[in-house]
């Protein structure tokens, strides 16, 4: 059974950092490529990052110099480094996975709460 199980996520003041996990199961981390959406109150996904699955070229590892993702194969576990923290960062953030990051995501995490203020 495939399952994305996000953590990490919780209260942050405002220019402080937090790093989301992601573990996955059912699959192997290492043949997909693998993601995070954000969704803040009111508000559409917002597709942040991707990190595409070894041999394709499409990966956007950093979003505007702040968030960046990570991958662990050998754990099956993904993170999102977030780092100077605003407001306008607070959302639930998932965790995807597609077959490469040209596709549309196609398993989703339950989300992570994360909230950014003083």
């Known amino acids: 059974q495939v399952r994305l199980e996000e953590s990490g996520g919780g209260l942050v003041q405002p220019g402080g950092s937090v790093r989301l996990s992601c573990v996955a199961s059912?699959?192997?981390?290492?043949?997909?490529?693998v993601g995070w959406v954000r969704q803040a109150p009111g508000k559409g996904r917002e597709g942040l990052v991707c990190d595409d699955k070894a041999g394709f070229g499409s990966s956007k590892r950093t979003w505007r110099g702040r968030f960046t993702i990570s991958r662990d194969n050998a754990k099956n576990t993904y993170y999102l480094q977030m780092n100077n923290l605003e407001p306008e960062d607070t959302a639930v953030y998932f965790c995807v996975r597609a077959e490469i990051c040209a596709y549309d995501w196609d398993f989703w995490g339950q989300g992570t709460q994360v909230t950014v203020s003083s």
């Open positions: 059912g699959f192997n981390l290492e043949d997909y490529a």
